[in-house]
Every structure is written in structure tokens, then in C-alpha cells.
């Protein structure tokens, strides 16, 4: 309460326009303590602060946090993948997405200021959509503007093909067929001209980016957006030409998405590109990774589509504090969150090549974060994350560890770094209310007495300290050894190596590897705070 009080009186003062960005997977320690961290300069010249995220520290549970003012009992968002309520209807494994609003139980910021009469807009942020009217306001005078893209459809994903991979319908020309769309390639005495729906861009070949990206266009080499309409939805796909001469070429593309508008009544510019291109990426198409014994070109075409994704993510949530002319901004990224999942592992192993590619990733964020918050140079201005990351080499397969331990698939159900007993207040339950307790005694002892496991949190802990204690909440949850990260996997080995060094959370939120932070504008911070102070800070700015 002594926290909450420091923090709301901090922004005492007249009725302030607010911004508030969340930055995924930014932590506290990498942005204070890390040379990559340091490019942030744009939350340097704000008040820095450590602030506990949820537990797991997962993205879904962090923002739901940061978004609602409550915890995870309250709000119904426990971890990436939520368990259906009610439970007498349900089986403990049936979940749903808690990306989406469909397990949101507590009213998002952006919809509590708009029901007191303040102009809104949301953009990209969690448990949003499908939009409904806990999640976007449907029926309020002046419902906030909220857009996401995320949880929407995907229409393609991220895709590199070759030239000997396509079907040749002419003379230097080409046919790519990818899901519903269909491109016709033709070849230039330079580069590739692209045809779809009516539309055509050009786009030229070009080595990997290799200066910084301070005081120039972000990705650059890419090409203009080629406009498509998907299942009567607007959309848009970038091309990057990675190799090109008189043996063929490699072309990438862009993912395409729907991007879901609420509350605007107009079309948006520009394109919704989403995250970047991690998931080709990792699998080499990209061409052969650093730690694989590559020479940093695939680093630096990965580095380029973070760059496509801050500039896009930037030029939308510009446009929208434009037109919209909202008193209370939302915002979000996602690039750090990718970065850090591909290169954080192998930072930490002390590989300071990729410490040079974290660095560029951070400051094509700061770009778009200093064009972003410079309207807001005299307001209110809120900057924080859903959680840290710490390094990862070994994949602990919860599933395999608790038959190692006795129980079965029927008995015990694992969800990030939490258990639930499969009790027969759940449909098809097993366990009796009556042994629930003899049980769960018996698996917080085991867990506790085996080596991976550092930490137990039983019930009394996640509902005083934690805020789970609600329908959706877990029984038990717990830690892990350093370097090791756990996962739903029933699979033996219980514990496997992972090829190389990952970024990873999900851990105890305590963990300093895990603290989120806040960069505010406030000028008497409290020391130590947790998210749920922040959307409460944020409302009292704007009163």
C-alpha cells in the first residue's frame, strides 16, 4: 500500500495526456545493467525502476498486469495458454489463447479511461481481441480506437524462396504460390519485379545491412508494400531480394495479417508486419547462423525485418496520435522480446559478436521510440514490460519429470513453471476435494527434493504474494535451476540440451533476471513496485 501511495502521489498534479508503451521482453537488468540496454536513450532520460512482473513471467500474464491494474486471480490471464472456466464444464487441459480476450476477466485500461469520457487508443496490446465489450468498450459513447493484429489471422507466415524452387510460366518469369496468395515474378537486369491483384513492386538485391541504424531509413533494402486483399481483408507484403545473379535468386516475404480495427471508422495506413522474421530465422533459411559457423549475414537479414517491424509498428501508432488526437496512448513492441529469445543465451555464454547485433536491435527501437514519444516531451510519458530473460541451455520436460515422479498425465497437468492437480471440480476430474490436499503435500515434497527444482510455491504463497487465486489459477508453481527452462513436454529425456544457448522466461517473477521495469516521467518514483501499480499511476495522470 506504502508503494502504491509513493507511486499514485508521484503524479499528482493537473490532467496530463498520457503515453504508455509496453516493450516485450525488455527487462530491468538489460536495460540498466547491459551495453545493449544502453542504446535505449530515449528511456535513459526517464526515471528508471525495477517492478515485478506475474507469475510465470510469461507475456500474456505480464500484460494482463500491466493492462489491468490486477492480478492474474482477478484478471483470469494465468499464463500463455489459460484453462476454461467454469470448471464443472471443463476438463483441466482444455485451454484457451491468453493472448485473447476470450479468459479476460477485468477491464483493460484503455477501456476504463474511455468509460470516464477519455479520447483512447490501443494499439497491438494484449487480450484485446476478438474485441468485445470488456476488451474494447462496443457499446460506450466513445469506445477506444483498439487495433490488433496479432491474434487475428495469419494469412502466410514468413517465407525465403529460391529461384529453382518455382514454377517458370516464361521466359525469366516465375510463379510463387503461397497459400492464398500468388506472385509473378519476373526477372530485371537488376533485381525482381513482383505482380499480385493488379499491383507490382521492384525490388533490388543488396548485401545484409551493416551500418547502424542511427540517422538513416530503417530497413531499407526492402521493398514497397505490395497491397493485397485476402478473404475481403486489406493486407500488405514487404520483399527483401537476398541473393540474386545469373543462377538464380532467394527472395523473402513479409508475414501477411488481418489487422482488426475497433472504434476508428476509417481505414489506417501503412502495414501491420507483426514480429519479425525469427521463425525462418532459427531454421537456416535465412543462411547459416553465427553459432553454426556462419559469417553474421543471416544476424544481419534478421536484424533488418526488426528494423521493417519498429519502422511499420512506428509510422501506424504515429499516425494514430495524429489523427485520433487520444489523450491516453497505448502502445507496444515486440522486437526486444525476438531479439533476446534468438541472441540473449549466447550474449550471456560471453559471445560478444552477438552482443553487436543486440545493440543494433536496440537502437532501431530507440528510432521508433524517440519519434514516437516526442509529442509527448512535456506529458506523461509510461514505459515498461511484461518481463526479463535469462539464459537457457536445457529444456526441462515437466511432463517427463512428473511420471518420473509418480504421477500421470490423469493426475498432475504442467502450464509454464505451474501445476494443476486435475480435481474433480474439474470435468473428468480425478483427484477428490477430499485428497486434494494430501496430494498436493506429496507433490510440493517431491518436486521439492528434485535437483532442478530450486523453489515450490504452495497455495497460501501464490494467493498472498502472487494474486492467484482465482478459477483459472494453479495449484502449485515453482523454479528451476539456473540454465534450465521448463516445458509442458511429457517426452523423455526429463531434461534436454538445447542445440544452443536460448533467451527464455516463464520463471519465478522474483527472480531479478525477471523484474520488468518502468521508465516514467514521474519525479518521485517509489523503489521497488510491481505492474499492477502502473495502469493505477496511469489513470491518476489523466485525472
Not at 494482463?64 to 483441466?92: C, K, M, Q, Y
Not at 491474434?151 to 518455382?166: C, G, M, N
Not at 515474378?185 to 538485391?205: E, F, K, Y
Not at 511432463?399 to 518420473?404: P, R, Y
Request: charged share 20%; aromatic share 8%; with cysteine.
Amino acid at each position: 500500500m506504502i508503494r502504491l501511495l509513493l507511486l499514485c502521489a508521484a503524479t499528482a498534479g493537473a490532467a496530463d495526456n498520457v503515453l504508455l508503451v509496453s516493450v516485450d521482453g525488455l527487462g530491468y537488468r538489460n536495460l540498466t545493467s547491459s551495453a545493449a540496454g544502453r542504446e535505449l536513450t530515449t528511456l535513459h532520460a526517464l526515471t528508471i525502476q525495477p517492478m515485478r512482473t506475474a507469475y510465470p513471467s510469461k507475456t500474456s500474464a505480464g500484460h494482463a498486469a500491466l493492462f489491468t491494474g490486477t492480478w492474474s486471480g482477478t484478471n483470469g490471464i494465468v499464463s500463455n495458454t489459460v484453462p476454461l472456466t467454469p470448471r464443472a464444464d471443463h476438463t483441466v487441459k482444455e485451454t484457451v489463447s491468453g493472448f485473447r480476450s476470450t479468459a479476460l476477466t477485468a477491464d483493460p485500461i484503455w477501456v476504463t479511461a474511455a468509460r470516464q469520457g477519455i479520447r483512447t487508443v490501443a494499439y497491438q496490446v494484449t487480450q484485446a481481441y476478438p474485441f468485445s465489450e470488456r476488451s474494447a468498450g462496443l457499446s460506450l459513447p466513445h469506445p477506444p480506437v483498439v487495433l490488433n493484429g496479432y491474434q487475428t489471422e495469419q494469412f502466410v507466415p514468413y517465407r525465403v524462396v529460391r529461384q529453382r524452387d518455382l514454377e517458370q510460366s516464361g521466359r525469366a518469369t516465375f510463379l510463387w504460390k503461397d497459400g492464398p496468395l500468388e506472385f509473378r515474378i519476373r526477372r530485371t537486369a537488376r533485381g525482381l519485379r513482383l505482380s499480385a491483384q493488379g499491383h507490382t513492386v521492384t525490388v533490388v538485391a543488396q548485401a545484409p545491412e551493416s551500418a547502424s541504424p542511427r540517422g538513416r531509413p530503417l530497413a531499407r533494402y526492402f521493398s514497397r508494400p505490395l497491397p493485397l486483399v485476402i478473404k475481403g481483408k486489406r493486407t500488405a507484403v514487404f520483399f527483401r531480394l537476398i541473393e540474386f545473379d545469373d543462377a538464380g535468386f532467394t527472395l523473402l516475404h513479409t508475414s501477411a495479417h488481418e489487422l482488426a480495427v475497433s472504434g476508428l471508422g476509417r481505414p489506417i495506413p501503412g502495414v501491420f508486419v507483426g514480429n519479425s522474421a525469427i521463425s525462418v530465422y532459427e531454421k537456416g533459411a535465412l543462411g547459416k547462423l553465427l553459432v553454426n559457423g556462419g559469417d553474421g549475414s543471416a544476424e544481419r537479414l534478421m536484424l533488418e525485418t526488426i528494423e521493417l517491424s519498429v519502422r511499420e509498428t512506428t509510422a501506424q501508432m504515429v499516425w494514430l496520435q495524429r489523427t485520433v488526437k487520444p489523450r491516453l496512448f497505448v502502445g507496444y513492441y515486440s522486437v526486444i522480446d525476438d531479439t533476446e529469445h534468438a541472441w540473449y543465451g549466447l550474449s550471456s555464454a560471453g559471445n560478444t559478436v552477438i552482443d553487436g547485433f543486440r545493440a543494433h536491435a536496440y537502437a532501431a527501437l530507440d528510432e521508433g521510440l524517440k519519434q514516437l514519444s516526442a509529442p509527448y516531451a512535456r506529458s506523461a510519458q509510461f514505459f515498461s514490460a511484461d518481463h526479463g530473460m535469462a539464459a537457457a541451455a536445457r529444456e526441462i520436460h515437466m511432463g517427463a519429470l512428473l511420471a518420473e515422479l509418480g504421477y500421470d498425465k490423469t493426475q498432475v497437468v504442467p502450464n509454464a513453471s505451474c501445476l494443476y492437480l486435475n480435481t474433480t471440480d474439474w470435468k473428468n476430474g480425478t483427484i477428490t476435494l477430499g485428497q486434494r490436499a494430501q496430494v498436493l503435500d506429496a507433490l510440493r515434497a517431491r518436486l521439492a527434493a528434485h535437483p532442478v527444482v530450486t523453489r515450490v510455491y504452495g497455495e497460501a504463497d501464490l494467493r498472498v504474494r502472487f494474486g492467484l487465486d482465482g478459477p483459472t489459477s494453479p495449484d502449485l508453481c515453482f523454479d528451476v535451476a539456473p540454465l534450465h527452462y521448463p516445458s509442458e513436454t511429457a517426452d523423455p529425456p526429463v531434461v534436454r540440451e538445447f542445440a544452443y544457448p536460448r533467451g527464455e522466461h516463464g520463471f519465478d517473477p522474483t527472480r531479478e533476471d525477471m523484474w520488468s521495469y518502468l521508465a516514467s516521467s514521474l519525479a518521485r518514483p517509489a523503489q521497488m513496485g510491481t505492474l499492477v501499480d502502473i495502469a493505477r499511476a496511469v489513470l491518476a495522470r489523466l485525472h
